[in-house]
């Protein structure tokens, strides 16, 4: 079945950390994109990409890096985690052909002690 | 530039009836609208691509209107199903989305 899978859903770490956030999607979607969301709040796009060595910044300024090696998978790093990073962090993806309809994946949680 | 949500909440009874507006200060192309539920992902409601566009979704529909730079979203007879937190989101290519209107039916 086409989806998108996130992974981990919940992430508890320590300050400094390195952490890889995994997103990857079966639909064969050329767009995807990372977005921030704080419990209640709006969601804040922080990278999106085009396709295959295609990557941009969004809208919210991020301490995050992300790569697209492979057209299905979009992973986010942050090189040093800092509570200031706990948030929810969502991953979408959307065709070229779709008027950029965007399909969510269940987030992943990240809480940084 | 965020597009600017009003209400920021609404409580209705089941049965009756809610409008949710979007409005830019910037000239907008298209407006999405999603829906999302305590603790999931956000769910894709409709898409409005041009000036005077009306879409429908069940008892769900919106309208576009791009002179005044703005959407609105109709929820028509209310059911319980429908509580969650509706988001506009505009742009080319990601989204920026407005603050979210939250939206609470009782029984």
């Known amino acids: 079945e086409a989806d998108i899978y996130q992974t981990p859903r919940y992430l508890v770490i320590g300050t400094g950390k390195k952490i890889t956030l995994e997103c990857s999607q079966t639909m064969g979607h050329d767009k995807m994109y990372w977005y921030q969301q704080d419990p209640g709040m709006e969601l804040h796009l922080i990278h999106y990409?085009?396709?295959?060595?295609?990557?941009e910044k969004g809208d919210l300024s991020s301490e995050s890096t992300v790569s697209r090696i492979r057209t299905e998978h979009f992973p986010l790093t942050l090189e040093s985690a800092r509570p200031s990073h706990t948030s929810q962090y969502l991953c979408?993806?959307?065709?070229?052909?779709?008027?950029?309809?965007?399909?969510f994946g269940p987030g992943t949680r990240l809480t940084v002690l | 530039q965020q597009p600017v949500q009003s209400p920021q909440a609404v409580i209705l009874r089941e049965g009756e009836d809610a409008v949710i507006n979007c409005s830019s200060s910037k000239a907008l192309y298209s407006v999405h609208w999603y829906r999302q539920k305590h603790g999931e992902a956000p769910v894709f409601l409709m898409i409005?691509?041009?000036?005077?566009e009306q879409k429908g979704h069940e008892k769900i529909s919106a309208s576009f209107n791009e002179k005044k730079q703005q959407s609105s979203l109709y929820l028509t007879a209310s059911q319980l199903s429908y509580s969650g937190t509706y988001f506009c989101g505009t742009g080319a290519d990601g989204l920026t989305f407005g603050k979210g209107t939250h939206l609470i039916i009782q029984p």
């Open positions: 979408a993806s959307s065709s070229w052909s779709s008027y950029n309809e965007q399909f």
């Open positions: 990409s085009y396709g295959v060595n295609s990557t």
């Open positions: 409005l691509l041009k000036g005077g």
